[in-house]
């Protein structure tokens, strides 16, 4: 069982930035895509961006946050971030990290400010 854990969310203004961080446990993270999800209030949970596995994996982004969010992930350190640039309220949601396309984490808060 992998053990998926996010960080990084808060309170920020509309054009702010905040960085996101998920670590997950075990010695299988690099064999793994890894991809963050979000749901706000009343909303589905929607995907945002993924990385492939590996090294190098390629990067993928709902066109909501294209060019806007960057996902990488360090394989040394088990983790995946998710930087989030120009932010605005519509990006207000509660944000999961999905390792390998089994394991989710338990969210983290992020809340922009107008």
């Known amino acids: 069982q992998v053990q998926v854990v996010e960080s990084g969310g808060g309170l920020v203004q509309a054009g702010g930035s905040l960085r996101l961080s998920c670590t997950a446990s075990?010695?299988?993270?690099?064999?793994?895509?890894s991809a963050w999800y979000r749901q706000a209030p009343g909303k589905q949970r929607e995907w945002v961006a993924t990385?492939?596995?590996?090294?190098?994996?390629?990067?993928f982004y709902t066109s909501s946050v294209k060019g806007r969010f960057t996902i990488a992930r360090d394989n040394a350190k088990n983790t995946v971030a998710l930087q989030m640039n120009s932010l605005k309220p519509e990006d207000t949601a509660l944000y999961y990290c999905?390792?390998?396309?089994?394991?989710w984490g338990q969210g983290t808060q992020v809340t922009v400010a107008a």
């Open positions: 999905y390792i390998g396309g089994k394991y």
């Open positions: 075990g010695s299988s993270f690099a064999n793994y895509a």
């Open positions: 990385i492939g596995s590996g090294g190098g994996g390629n990067t």
